[in-house]
Structures are given as C-alpha cells and as structure tokens.
C-alpha cells in the first residue's frame, strides 16, 4: 500500500549492562525507564483498513483503528504530517485516543523541513514546530527527513541544529549517502540530536548502529523479514536497552498488517531477552 496523505486522521564503545527492565504496561509492551530504557516498537501509519481481521479485530471501524493499535503497541510514526500540518483538534484527538505511556514519533512537514534546510532554519522552524507542542510528553520525536535531493552540507546542517527548539526531541534521517561521514555524526552529537538508522531492500547487509543522541531511532523499511532477521535486530538493540538508552523502532506498513504483527513479535522477543 502506497504511503497516502490521509493515513493518520482519526474520526489517533559497547553499551554498559545495566538491571533487567520491567513491563511498564502488558498492553505497550514498553519498558519501564529505570536504569534501562524503553522499547517503543511500531509501524509508520496505523490508519488501514485492510489490517482488519490480520491486526484489527474483524469489524474495527475507522475510529477504532488507533486505541485497538495502541492496545497492542507502543508507539506509532505518524505519516500524515509529512504531507501538512496536523490541527491543533487533530493532535488532541490523537493524544485522547492512547494511554499515557503510548509515543508519537511525527515526521516534520515535508516542504518546511525543505525550506529549513535550504534557507534560513530560523524563520521556519516555529512554524513547523509548532503544531507539536500540542502531543506534551507522548512525543517521541520528531522525524526531520533530508531527501535525497539535499547532499551535505556541514554548515546548514550546524544552522538547522542551532535554531531547532530547544527540548524537541529530533531524529535526522539522511537520504544522500554523502552524508554518511564521522562529521555530521560529530555535529549530531554536539547538539543531542539522533542519527535515523534506515534499512531498505536495497541494503545488501543491516546498517551500522550509532548512537548520536539519547535513544535510537530505527525504520526497518524492508517488505520481508524473516524470524531469524527480526532475532538478529533484537541482539543488536539489547544492549543499548540494557545501558539505559530508549530505543525506537519502526516497520514498513504493508497492504495486510503483517509489519504491525512484526512490531508484535520484535517486542515480545526483546522481552525474552531481557529477562
């Protein structure tokens, strides 16, 4: 299933080894802090029809979409919101239809995180940002995609990092491999802000993981993935659970809801490991 401009609308060196975490919620499936840190596993998107009987209950209604995902997972990647700015009554609805312990990650409006990155990021950056003050705590973190379009640039990319809002949590995903340099991890780093770990079909092995800010951010893009794949993913974000670092992870939607059955599975066996 194509990704759609109305998927979201509701009619919502090695890691230090730290104390196993406990279930915050059997619902979430998400981690209680601690010394460790939470999993919040999920999928971009959450509003399918089609997902119903696979993962929605057989007769689930629109309406019903986000609490029946939230009963079952512990974050959601809005896409929505990439394409234009969430209502203040949109962003309220959201919040409204999730327990207390559930996390947006919110893609930045596709055409503002453009506009900033380009131009000057200070006459920009409130507009784009504002609309999310509204999710309070639930937000994860908001997801600013550089396209493939923009390659690097150190010196925009310090701008954009020096004029983004202070205590808004940022993800930066880069699509132009130029990117991909111990030097725009540096600056990442310098400003808190983390580094979007992004596997495709087209990656002939998984990407390295690099911790740039407090928690990790995966997107785990691929439309297969087997058992011992998922296992293999698990292994490799244990630790960083284990060292206290929260840890985002995100499946492709797909035309069934098999992804969100993964996002299930991942949480369950990231459990099991950490026991």
């Known amino acids: 299933m194509p990704e759609g401009h109305d998927q ?17 919620s059997p619902a979430l499936l998400a981690y209680d802090p601690g010394m460790s840190g939470r999993l919040y596993a999920g999928t971009s998107g959450f509003a399918y029809p089609d997902w119903v009987p696979a993962f929605y209950p057989a007769g689930t209604r629109s309406g019903g979409f986000l609490p029946a995902y939230a009963a079952r997972l512990a974050a959601c990647e809005l896409n929505s919101t990439y394409y234009r700015q969430p209502a203040p009554g949109q962003v309220a609805a959201w919040v409204a239809a999730t327990p207390p312990g559930f996390r947006f990650a919110v893609k930045a409006q596709r055409g503002g995180s453009i506009q900033a990155m380009l131009g000057d990021p200070a006459a920009t950056l409130s507009w784009l940002t504002a609309p999310l003050t509204g999710f309070g705590e639930r937000l994860g973190s908001v997801l600013f995609r550089v396209p493939a379009g923009i390659e690097r640039d150190d010196r925009r990319l310090a701008a954009l990092l020096r004029a983004w809002p202070a205590g808004l949590p ?14 725009v991890f540096a600056l990442l780093r310098s400003a808190g802000a983390v580094l979007c770990t992004t596997e495709t079909d087209d990656d002939p092995e998984p990407p390295p993981l690099r911790l740039t800010g407090p928690f990790l951010y995966l997107r ?11 296992g293999a993913w698990v292994a490799r974000v244990e630790p960083f659970l284990r060292a206290g670092h929260d840890v985002f992870v995100f499946f492709r939607h797909d035309a069934r809801g098999d992804s969100a059955l993964r996002a299930v599975e991942f949480s369950r066996l990231a459990e099991a490991a950490l026991r």
Do not use: M, Y
């Not at 940022?170 to 111990?182: G, I, K, M, Y």
């Open 8 to 24: 979201d609308r509701v009619t919502t060196a090695q890691p230090a080894r730290a104390t196993r975490p406990k279930i915050g």
């Open 170 to 183: 940022l993800t930066v995903e880069f699509q132009h491999p130029s990117w991909v340099d111990d030097q």
């Open 220 to 230: 785990l893009r691929r439309t297969a993935c087997t058992p011992d794949e998922l």
